[in-house]
């Protein structure tokens, strides 16, 4: 008897043969991964077939996959990852799309799939740099408006590019260049012959 993972992953491979780049099951947990030129309409079918009929959008997260596997990933470097929920069929289900381009990473925005999409995409765009096309209000949500760059980058450096404080004189908030010096932090291991009791 085939189990629950299996059971979605035939009915997405019998219901969008087209649409999905793969499917895979692992650790009982089913991803798809869709094509960005196919995103939108595997959504739609995704939410409306009877078959599948994933009605709940639970989140949307950006990837960098730069470091992923000590390097060992060969594919593109950005990716939106979605997670869908199946009132009707108690399924979950794991959505990837890669970004074409690693330079400038554009996506399709799903708002007019899942409404509830619309912080969860501009989340990824301030963290992770990736555009959504056709979002509505696609700005800044968890950095200050002048923030440089996109901290959840793997190659975003650890101090930023600059830091923000408060000047007396000017009577306000200014940005400088970063004046910490960056710093390798090795933890001291120190070995105990009888550590833990055992004497």
């Not at 059971?7 to 991803?31: F, H, I, K, N, Y």
């Not at 619309?118 to 765009?125: H, K, L, P, V, Y």
């Not at 590019?161 to 306000?172: H, I």
Request: aromatic fraction near 12%; glycine fraction near 8%.
């Amino acid at each position: 008897m085939a189990t629950k993972s299996e059971t979605l992953a035939a009915a997405l491979s019998t219901v969008l043969p087209g649409a999905l780049a793969s499917v895979t099951v692992d650790r009982g947990e089913v991803t798809a991964v869709v094509p960005a030129a196919n995103l939108i309409a595997a959504m739609r079918d995704l939410r409306d077939r009877p078959e599948l009929r994933f009605a709940m959008l639970i989140d949307v997260c950006g990837v960098d996959y730069s470091a992923f596997g000590n390097g060992a990933h060969a594919g593109p470097r950005f990716a939106a990852v979605y997670h869908l929920l199946s009132l009707a069929h108690n399924w979950r289900l794991r959505v990837r799309a890669f970004a074409p381009d690693d330079d400038f990473p554009v996506l399709p925005s799903v708002i007019d799939v899942w409404p509830v999409a619309n912080w969860f995409e501009r989340e990824a765009f301030d963290l992770y740099g990736i555009v959504f096309d056709g979002h509505p209000d696609l700005r800044r949500l968890l950095t200050d408006y002048g923030f440089v760059g996109h901290p959840f980058r793997k190659d975003f450096p650890l101090s930023g590019y600059v830091e923000m404080r408060y000047d007396p004189e000017q009577g306000r908030v200014i940005y400088q260049p970063v004046t910490i010096e960056p710093r390798e932090v090795t933890p001291r291991v120190v070995r105990e012959d009888h550590y833990g009791g055992n004497r």
